[in-house]
């Protein structure tokens, strides 16, 4: 008998078949990987597992007693604990009180959840991952968004549960918080404790976990043993077919006229020093640990800093970055996509369409400015097509997204805009393999279209694939920067941690 048995899950949403027949079954002190393309149906299973969301056919069982959760709390009170793939904090609570919620032993509740063991559990992985901005009482808000997703993990383990869920919980992370996570999970796992676990990064899934099972348009379409399945094996089951090359092929270009000259820049505390010159035709990549200061750089670049000060020059033109403003830089031919799409890339309400052409609503209106919704459709179609974006029409809201679509639609919307200056933090954050190569095309074709691009990365081999230049931040100074041939992971960690400008 497992531990979890899965059996014929289906779920639709309005006419979107999200599962369509899910089978699994999990033992005790396994880990199991979840994988598959962006809206094969890997966060509506999390969620129907973890009671948020109610299957429309087929059976679950834990430990051979049927399961059907009437809620995300009673799914937690039958130990299952889901790691959300987008963060669901409450961010003016504190640290502890939103670790805390739902656990505190509550007047009606009876008490079945040890409110002062479940603090105390708390606490000690918050140290585990040895943060110094966790403090306990500091606001969830003010965090950067690795701290964030750390309290997320922390809030799911808070309870004692015997399912781990955990829905790309590394998304957020630098490796050292990576290896944090594992060993945590090997810890649990060893203690009995059995985890799903999704990640779009295979080199992941092999490290953490024994066997895979892959979701294809809302099926089980093939489970097996990670040592025994070669990387092109696994795409072929996710995306169906065999897939080319991850990187376009490109032409370094370093020569082109400086569109971008940064001097000085700094926002402290996080952002000490910044300067370099970014060329017309060139991807210049940013490289560094989370909390280096490289978000801070392209926030006080694009007038989101508020104590920000030195020079930038665009296109020969001097302008202050003390007190400009994102309303300026867009003005001023910059274009910016957020680390963080849900809060500041996209409006979920709205139209994947109204998302998509929102940057370059000229394009898609007649005279007098009337939208001109035919053109609108068209436009946000030809994304869709080119990104691979999974939604049922252009009228959708990008809420009805699953979190890679909704990633695309934010990179699409950025790209459609007609910009000199691309900013871009975490283009690919949480998007499949399929889907990263188109956009690293795009970005491509934006560069040999003449503009210019940073690239701001955790993901080496992106940075590897499509940068012509690279600098490093490290504790807020970024190092000089080289073509990409003078670099190596290893000379990039070392000037990542040690902080020295030379590689
Ligand atoms: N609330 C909703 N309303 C409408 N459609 C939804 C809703 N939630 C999910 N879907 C659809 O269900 C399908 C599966 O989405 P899901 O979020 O499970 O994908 P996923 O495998 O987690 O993808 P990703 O890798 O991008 O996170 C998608 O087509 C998505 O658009
Ligand atoms: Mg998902």
């Not at 309400?349 to 609503?361: E, H, K």
């Not at 691979?388 to 029409?393: K, S, T």
């Not at 081999?461 to 190092?479: K, T």
């Amino acid at each position: 008998m497992s531990l979890l048995e899965i059996r014929g899950i289906a779920k639709r949403f309005g006419a979107t078949v999200a599962l369509d027949g899910v089978d699994l079954a999990l033992e005790a002190g396994e880990v199991r990987a979840l994988i598959g393309e962006n809206g094969a149906g890997k966060s509506t299973l999390m969620n129907i597992l973890a009671g948020a969301v109610r299957a429309d056919r087929g059976e679950m069982e834990i430990d051979g007693r049927p399961y059907v959760p009437a809620s995300p709390l009673d799914a937690r009170r039958r130990g299952i604990a889901l790691i959300h793939q987008e963060l669901s904090l409450c961010p003016h609570l504190t640290v502890a009180e939103n670790i805390l919620l739902g656990v505190e032993p509550s007047r009606w509740g009876g008490g079945w959840i040890d409110g002062d063991a479940a603090r105390r559990k708390a606490l000690a992985l918050l140290e585990h991952f040895g943060h110094p901005q966790l403090h306990p009482d500091r606001r969830v808000g003010t965090l950067p968004i690795a701290a964030q997703q750390v309290v997320e993990i922390c809030r799911a383990l808070a309870a004692n549960a015997r399912i781990l869920l955990m829905d790309e919980p590394t998304s957020r992370f630098q490796r050292e918080d990576v290896d944090r996570l594992f060993s945590l999970i090997r810890g649990l796992a060893a203690q009995g404790m059995a985890v799903i676990y999704i990640s779009h990064f295979l080199e992941e899934v092999r490290e953490i976990a024994d066997a895979y099972t892959v979701l294809r348009d809302g099926r089980s379409v093939g489970t097996g043993e990670t040592a025994r399945a070669s990387d092109e094996q696994l795409i072929s089951l996710m995306v169906g077919r065999a897939m080319g090359g991850l990187f376009p092929e490109r032409v370094r270009s370093r020569d082109g006229e400086v569109i971008l000259a940064v001097d000085e820049v700094a926002a402290p505390p996080a952002l000490q020093h910044a300067s370099f010159e970014l060329r017309r035709g060139e991807i210049l990549g940013i490289a560094g640990l989370m909390g280096s200061g490289r978000t801070e750089l392209v926030r006080a670049l694009f007038g989101l800093e508020r104590g920000a000060s030195g020079r930038i020059a665009v296109q020969g033109r001097a302008l202050a970055v003390h007190g400009a403003t994102a309303a300026q830089r867009l003005s001023q031919g910059f274009g910016y996509l957020s680390e963080d799409r849900t809060r500041e890339g996209l409006a979920l309400p709205l139209s994947i369409a109204d998302n998509l052409t929102a940057t370059n609503l000229a394009a898609v209106s007649r005279r007098w400015g009337w939208l001109d919704l035919k053109r609108q459709w068209t436009a946000a179609q030809r994304w869709i097509d080119a990104l691979h974006i999974r939604a049922q029409d252009p009228i959708q809201p990008a809420r009805a997204l699953s979190g890679g679509n909704q990633q695309k639609v934010a990179v699409g919307r950025l790209l459609n805009q007609d910009a000199d200056v691309f900013l871009l933090d975490e283009p690919t954050r949480g998007i499949d393999i399929g889907s990263k190569a188109q956009i690293y095309e795009t970005i491509a074709r934006c560069a040999e279209e003449g503009k210019a691009v940073l690239l701001v990365s955790s993901y080496l081999p992106e940075l590897f694939g499509l940068c012509d230049r690279l600098a490093v931040m490290s504790r807020g100074r970024l190092s000089d920067a080289r073509p990409i041939e003078e670099w190596t992971p290893e000379t990039v960690l070392a000037t990542a941690i040690g902080g020295s400008t030379s590689a």
